[in-house]
Nanobody, 112 residues
Framework: QVQLVESGGGLVQAGGSLRLSCTAS????????MAWYRQAPGKERELVAV???????YVAESLKGRFTISGDNAKNTLYLQMNTLKPEDTAMYYC??????WGQGTQVTVSS
């Protein structure tokens, strides 16, 4: 069992930045890949970024250049750096360690 706790969300003006954190605990040696998803009201959950233990990362094409995923193995923490935020980035952001470990989410609200 893996527990994931997100933090770092909040209210920010358009053009601003936020860094989300996701700290893992429990049976973390079993984790090979972690990812960030987001879900805006009335929309489906969408993949934001992925980070694997071999160093491979992926960021959704539409977010490249603004969002960066990284991790700190010593702290068992995954990060999502979000720059030049737009109102359409407003959503609940979730951390996941597939296949079925999810955090409770952290709300990001970007005002225009």
């Amino acid at each position: 069992q893996v527990q994931l706790v997100e933090s770092g969300g909040g209210l920010v003006q358009a053009g601003g930045s936020l860094r989300l954190s996701c700290t893992a605990s429990g049976i973390i040696f079993s984790i090979n890949t972690m990812a960030w998803y987001r879900q805006a009201p009335g929309k489906e959950r969408e993949l934001v970024a992925v980070s694997s233990n071999d160093g491979t990362t992926y960021v959704a094409e539409s977010l490249k250049g603004r969002f960066t995923i990284s991790g700190d193995n010593a702290k068992n923490t995954l990060y999502l750096q979000m720059n030049t935020l737009k109102p359409e980035d407003t959503a609940m952001y979730y951390c996941t360690a597939p296949p079925d470990n999810w955090g409770q989410g952290t709300q990001v609200t970007v005002s225009s």
